[in-house]
Nanobody, 114 residues
Framework: QVQLAESGGGLVQAGGSLKLSCVAS?????????MSWYRQAPGKQRELVAH?????????YYATSVRGRFTISRDNAKNTVYLQMNDLKPEDTAVYYC?????WGQGTSVTVTS
């Protein structure tokens, strides 16, 4: 059974940084799975934040609102995908979810204060 477990969320002041991690288990071959980070702010729809392919295709995708501030990366040896978030803004406040084509994590909460 494929499972995704996020960690690294928390409370941070505007301008600060956080690094989210997502550990995957149950994959036949993690390195062959594209991975994504989504977020859902209170009262808003879930949105795609960043996406990383298997490494053989195009470079990572970023939502316009986070491009230049967030970086998605993966360590296939650790079955882990990361989201480095810099220069955080109050509008980045949301629950962040890790996702593969066939599974979602439970989410980790990020709160950015002004």
């Amino acid at each position: 059974q494929v499972q995704l477990a996020e960690s690294g969320g928390g409370l941070v002041q505007a301008g600060g940084s956080l690094k989210l991690s997502c550990v995957a288990s149950g994959f036949a071959l993690f390195s062959r799975s594209s991975m994504s980070w989504y977020r859902q702010a209170p009262g808003k729809q879930r949105e795609l934040v960043a996406h990383i392919d298997t490494g053989n295709g195009d470079g990572p995708y970023y939502a316009t609102s986070v491009r230049g501030r967030f970086t998605i990366s993966r360590d296939n040896a650790k079955n882990t995908v990361y989201l480095q978030m810099n220069d955080l803004k109050p509008e980045d406040t949301a629950v962040y979810y890790c996702a593969s084509p066939h599974a979602w994590g439970q989410g980790t909460s990020v709160t950015v204060t002004s």
